[in-house]
């Protein structure tokens, strides 16, 4: 039996569905953008903040050396037999340390894993300097020591300091 048009069904045609469909897929978007950003704020926010520490904790441990070499070398960088981090006996030991993404490691030697650490590297300068009145012609009495950490080579934090040799019996 044949209907008369004004009996039939009051149900969605297909234009309907795929047009509810597509107002559906649109408003789902509108919802979660703000949460994937919010993600990828946190996981930004975590790699500043563990850049931050990483570099203080490298700057911390450069002060705690002494100004002066033990064997009396006044040059940048480590001297023979400084071979690793645990080996360096004064400031200037640290001139031209790095770590490379995947190897950044703490005081006592552990590597630095989890998320926020993935493609973070640190690096180190330490130059001698001679301040504005400062006589050249006697050893330099300030260091400047620079940590910079990077992710996937682009700066994220830069501590500088200016260390000071403390004159004897000061």
Known sequence: MIRPHHERGRGFTLAEA?????????????????????????????????????????????LAKPFDDPQGASSPGPETGETSRNRFDNVDDYHGYTETPGHIADGSGTVI????????SRHVTAQYVYVTGQSTSGPATFIRVTVEVRHNNTPVVTLTRLVYKMPPGA
């Open 18 to 62: 795929l047009l509810a469909a597509a107002i559906l897929a649109l408003a789902i978007t509108a919802i979660t953008m703000p949460f994937a950003a919010g993600a990828a704020n946190e996981q930004v926010d975590g790699r500043q903040t563990l850049a931050v520490a990483l570099a203080q904790e490298m700057m911390e441990e450069i």
């Open 113 to 120: 894993t989890g998320p926020a650490a993935a493609g973070l």
